[in-house]
């Protein structure tokens, strides 16, 4: 199997860097946590600094650089545009850790032509939202990860789908890459284990009974045994539809006629794949550029276009009936999505439901007014405890109700 990863080296710098051009000519330190012990989370490799020094000691070795709060909400949102443009190359993607991640991309060199136009893809992925990123390719998810952190921006590293090729290229890099316990790695170098290529060497059995478990898994990653899956991200499901007015619906009439339309044709789809919808999302584009969304979300799921309809057309007369109304200008397009798919609850009906009971009621009484008396009687108990049987039970008229 090839694996990609895409490793985004410093990416909360990088982020900086891309809404503050100013930046580019100086070291920068962005820290997070208490303000009362301050640590790094990122610096310029320029400045060599570690991730998780004191701010106080990072700014005595470098005075010169740029100071800056974390912004984690910003580094959170540009990272999932990130996995959001991967997840449009395939939808084999593993978000492994904020900056990393991995791409089953084995089956997809036919859509884009080829193993080099698959990887160029994956860089403009990336490249597109301002950041650079490094590309390593391989048969297994550790190794797909060493040749990313050995690649450079625009040159990614693509190994052979061999393990001598696997084992050869992993052989000088040190064994603190390898994902084990720091206790492990430790004893690794406490018994003169500093690269891959002196791990490999070793026996397996030697190397199991010294570290256990950990001692296979290292032994078989150096030697190209990469059993690990991805933990493939579960994209939620939803149907999406748009429908666009001949010229802008300004009555409420059009409007409901346009939304009608819609929900049935999406709950339609909806139908098709047997699912019931929890959330609705209807958004408005009006003309003069501006939008709006209404968004419900169901008690219970359901799969009902006309229950939608009601819903809808119920709060836009609420809303359009206020001063403060969301419709301002005439809509031109509509749009829904569907989301939060499950199953509708299943509900019984009784023996007598009541449509039913309404055409019972009518014919009752339309035979009563033909017949001046009711033709249909009813069996009840007048005095059970008689000892003549005519007197127990009687027949009554059956009166609609």
């Not at 909360?12 to 930046?23: G, H, M, V």
């Not at 990122?42 to 700014?59: E, F, W």
């Not at 009006?286 to 009902?304: C, G, I, L, N, Q």
């Amino acid at each position: 199997m090839s694996i990609a990863c895409v490793k985004i080296p410093h990416l909360p710098i990088q982020c900086e860097l891309s809404r503050s051009s100013e930046l580019r000519s100086r070291n920068i330190l962005i820290y997070h946590g208490e303000e009362s012990r301050p640590v790094i989370l990122d610096a310029s490799s320029n400045a060599y600094i570690r991730r998780g020094t004191s701010l106080v000691r990072a700014m005595s070795q470098c005075p010169e650089a740029a100071v800056i709060r974390a912004d984690e909400d910003y580094y959170n949102a540009s990272w999932n545009q990130i996995i959001k443009s991967l997840l449009n190359i395939t939808d084999r993607v593993e978000d492994a850790a904020r900056g990393t991640a991995f791409l089953a991309i084995n089956g997809l060199y036919a859509a884009y032509g080829g193993q080099d136009q698959t990887v160029e893809f994956i860089s403009k992925a990336t490249t597109e939202h301002g950041l650079e990123a490094l590309i390593g390719v391989a048969p297994g998810r550790f190794s797909a990860y060493c040749a990313a952190i050995r690649a450079r921006p625009s040159k990614p590293i693509r190994l052979p789908n061999s393990r001598s090729a696997v084992k050869e290229f992993l052989a000088p890099m040190p064994v603190d890459l390898l994902p084990m316990e720091t206790r492990a790695i430790e004893l690794m170098h406490d018994f003169a284990l500093d690269t891959m290529g002196e791990l490999g060497m070793q026996s397996l059995s030697a190397l199991q009974a010294q570290l256990g478990p950990d001692g296979r898994r290292a032994w078989e990653l150096v030697n190209g045994f990469d059993r690990s899956r991805l933990n493939i991200i579960e994209q939620p499901e939803s149907i999406v539809d748009e429908l666009q007015f001949p010229w802008p619906a300004a009555s409420m009439d059009a409007l409901s006629f346009g939304v009608h339309a819609l929900l049935d044709r999406a709950f339609t789809s909806l139908q098709r794949v047997g699912k019931a919808a929890g959330r609705m999302d209807l958004t408005y584009e009006m003309s003069d550029s501006e939008s709006w969304t209404y968004r419900h979300v169901f008690k219970e799921p359901t799969a009902s276009a006309k229950i939608a309809h009601s819903v809808v057309m119920t709060n836009l007369e609420m809303k359009t009936q206020s001063e403060n109304s969301p419709i301002r200008s005439p809509v031109e397009t509509i749009s829904v999505e569907l989301s939060r798919l499950g199953q509708a609850r299943a509900e019984q009906s009784g023996l007598w439901n009541k449509h039913e009971g309404g055409d019972l009621n009518t014919a009752l009484r339309q035979l009563t007014a033909k017949t001046e008396s009711s033709p249909v009687k009813k069996i009840v108990e007048v005095e059970p405890w008689s000892r003549i049987p005519e007197r127990r039970l009687a027949f009554a008229e059956v009166t609609s109700r």
